[in-house]
């Protein structure tokens, strides 16, 4: 499976974002999908997932702030990013959870808050 985000950007705190990841490739076999995030010098982190029931998780750092959707059919998921805060700067990822194999992380997507 080969999966691109994109959607990242400079906003302003407060501010909102929505990023896109597509999926091409074997997509019959994900679950549960998630987006993660890399800020500079600290580890990945999940932020949010979905299964295909539509079951969300949500880290506490984000929760009703972060919405998680997906459109099963077209191989897209989507994140929706309300009242962005500085901490939130980091290369968002999306991926299966459990993560797939190093190579299935693709090159993120960076977003940027300002503060």
């Known amino acids: 499976v080969q999966l691109q985000a994109s959607g990242g950007g400079l906003v302003q705190s407060g501010g909102s974002l929505t990023l896109s990841c597509a999926a091409s490739?074997?997509?019959?076999?994900?679950?549960?999908m998630a987006w993660y995030r890399q800020a500079p010098g600290k580890q990945r982190e999940a932020v949010a997932s979905?299964?295909?029931?539509?079951?969300?998780n949500y880290a506490d750092s984000v929760k009703d702030r972060f919405t998680i959707s997906r459109d099963i059919a077209k191989n897209m998921l989507f994140l929706q990013m309300n009242s962005l805060k500085p901490e939130d700067t980091a290369v968002y990822y999306c991926?299966?959870?459990?993560?797939?194999?190093?190579?299935?992380w693709g090159q993120g997507t960076q977003v940027t808050v300002s503060s």
């Open positions: 979905m299964s295909r029931g539509g079951r969300t």
């Open positions: 490739g074997s997509t019959f076999s994900l679950g549960v």
């Open positions: 991926n299966s959870a459990p993560a797939g194999p190093p190579a299935s």
